[in-house]
């Protein structure tokens, strides 16, 4: 299968400058992620899963290490790459469809066409007859609806999202995951997917990886050898989500630990 996107021995740090100190977020993250793949990302909080994201998405230039895709270095955004944040980021100002077009206007598309573009996401994600709607009258689920169809607009072939579910109410939140499996699975977009939720993982992923408390890496890769759709009740699910739980753990302790230890201010 061809890679994708591939990370060798990738470090990043940040100089804290209220102490002049280094912290090191990531720490030789090596990841192959195949071409069609859904790969979820889960760790402790502050491991560095948003960082990896970030520089795949060209937000955030790699400190040392290796950052490919297509076997070309990322040097920042491009349009080969959506991106879904868990905040919102809509404009105000513009309606659904407007916010759509907002990527295919700094492209040049004309008119006619990007609204085309625009009312085929929109209608992809279940927002059909709310396309001349404003952001403050839309609930959280359908904003997050128009944040997805925004990234899908400009028909990346990479799909990054940044626990994009994660403020939503339980039901709004399977919803989406069914919208976003369906859209994966007609498209064969290659996803990466971070999230807190160990079950959100199991169900959407076809890979797991794990990473360590920080300074970030990855720790192990759990293949999902579950069809889909997954049932979250079933014995074969329950068993599968016990060792993601258990590598995860583990580094949501030592996470805590360092924390406690660590220097107040």
């Given at each position: 299968?061809?890679?994708?996107?591939?990370?060798?021995?990738?470090?990043?740090?940040?100089?804290?400058?209220?102490?002049?100190?280094?912290?090191?977020?990531?720490?030789?993250?090596?990841?192959?992620i195949?071409?069609?793949?859904?790969?979820?990302?889960?760790g402790?909080?502050?491991?560095?899963?948003?960082?990896?994201?970030?520089?795949?998405?060209?937000?955030?230039?790699?400190?040392?290490?290796?950052?490919?895709?297509?076997?070309?270095?990322?040097?920042?955004?491009?349009?080969?790459?959506?991106?879904?944040?868990?905040?919102?980021?809509?404009?105000?100002?513009r309606?659904?469809?407007?916010?759509?077009?907002?990527?295919?206007?700094?492209?040049g598309l004309?008119?006619?066409?990007?609204?085309?573009?625009?009312?085929k996401?929109?209608?992809?994600?279940?927002?059909?007859g709310?396309?001349?709607?404003?952001?403050?009258?839309l609930?959280?689920?359908?904003?997050?609806?128009?944040?997805?169809?925004?990234?899908?607009?400009?028909?990346?072939?990479?799909?990054?999202?940044?626990?994009?579910?994660?403020a939503?109410?339980?039901?709004?939140?399977?919803?989406?995951q069914e919208?976003?499996?369906?859209?994966?699975?007609?498209?064969?977009?290659?996803?990466?997917f971070?999230?807190?939720?160990v079950?959100?993982?199991?169900?959407?992923?076809?890979r797991?990886?794990?990473?360590?408390?920080r300074?970030?890496?990855i720790?192990t890769?759990?293949?999902?050898?579950?069809?889909?759709?997954?049932?979250?009740?079933?014995a074969?699910?329950?068993?599968?989500?016990?060792?993601?739980?258990?590598?995860?753990?583990?580094?949501?302790?030592?996470?805590?630990?360092?924390?406690?230890l660590?220097?107040?201010?």
């Amino acid at each position: 299968m061809h890679i994708k996107i591939q990370a060798r021995s990738l470090k990043k740090s940040y100089l804290i400058e209220r102490t002049g100190q280094t912290l090191l977020a990531l720490d030789g993250v090596d990841l192959d992620i195949q071409e069609g793949e859904f790969l979820c990302l889960v760790g402790p909080s502050g491991c560095g899963k948003s960082t990896f994201l970030q520089m795949v998405a060209g937000l955030e230039a790699p400190g040392e290490g290796v950052l490919n895709i297509d076997g070309q270095p990322v040097q920042g955004p491009g349009a080969d790459r959506g991106v879904v944040f868990q905040s919102y980021a809509l404009f105000p100002w513009r309606t659904v469809v407007g916010n759509i077009e907002f990527g295919l206007e700094i492209k040049g598309l004309p008119a006619p066409e990007r609204r085309s573009i625009a009312l085929k996401c929109a209608h992809m994600v279940g927002l059909k007859g709310f396309e001349n709607s404003y952001p403050n009258e839309l609930s959280g689920g359908m904003k997050q609806r128009v944040g997805i169809a925004r990234a899908l607009a400009n028909d990346p072939p990479i799909l990054l999202m940044d626990e994009p579910f994660g403020a939503l109410d339980a039901q709004t939140r399977e919803m989406l995951q069914e919208e976003l499996l369906s859209i994966w699975r007609s498209s064969k977009r290659t996803v990466i997917f971070v999230t807190h939720s160990v079950q959100e993982a199991v169900y959407l992923g076809g890979r797991i990886a794990i990473m360590t408390a920080r300074p970030g890496k990855i720790k192990t890769i759990i293949d999902v050898d579950l069809p889909y759709p997954r049932d979250v009740t079933s014995a074969a699910f329950g068993n599968l989500m016990k060792p993601v739980y258990s590598a995860l753990k583990d580094e949501v302790l030592k996470a805590a630990r360092e924390a406690a230890l660590r220097p107040a201010g």
